[in-house]
């Protein structure tokens, strides 16, 4: 098991944070596991599946939030507090998704248990983590998509 340094406190507040930032940030954790950063805005349209402007508008957001920083014309990077909250978000959707399959026979879409873990509160998500059989505790660990059987199976 892998355990978590950083506190809940250090992090916003989850309704300070819309779905959709969650998955940009996610994604951007995502892309950067994979490649390093920083990750462009065409990497993070053909991953999410979004315009090149809801890109440049998010990341406009989430910089002006301090969850990453942007250089024009070469992309984005996880600040040390927006990778921390990419990372707990990671972790609760992935602690939904195995504690549906796990204890109910139920695989989910990594979409569709993000969506689930948006509507619970911390509690319940430790919860979940606790009856599922996860490599972390509290937030992702993984360093590449190789680490981690959720990341190497998922689109975000």
């Known amino acids: 098991m892998c355990h978590s340094d950083h506190s809940a406190a250090e992090l916003p507040?989850?309704?300070e944070l819309t779905p959709a930032e969650?998955?940009?940030l996610c994604g951007?954790?995502?892309?950067s596991l994979r490649a390093g950063p920083p990750v462009t805005n065409r990497e993070l349209t053909d991953l999410l599946g979004v315009s090149g402007a809801s890109v440049t508008g998010m990341s406009k957001?989430?910089?002006d939030e301090g969850l990453l920083?942007?250089?024009?014309?070469?992309?984005?990077?996880?600040?040390?507090?927006g990778d921390r909250l990419a990372r707990r978000l990671l972790w609760q959707r992935c602690a939904v998704e195995q504690c549906f399959a796990d204890r109910l026979g139920i695989d989910l879409l990594a979409e569709?248990?993000?969506?689930i873990a948006t509507e619970l509160d911390a509690a319940q998500i430790d919860s979940l983590g606790d009856c599922a059989t996860l490599p972390c505790t509290s937030r992702c660990e993984a360093t590449a998509p190789a680490d981690c059987d959720q990341l190497r199976s998922t689109d975000t």
């Open 13 to 15: 507040p989850k309704d």
């Open 22 to 24: 969650g998955r940009y």
């Open 28 to 31: 951007v954790l995502y892309r």
């Open 61 to 63: 957001t989430l910089a």
């Open 69 to 81: 920083t942007h250089e024009r014309y070469h992309g984005v990077t996880l600040t040390a507090r």
């Open 112 to 115: 569709q248990a993000a969506r």
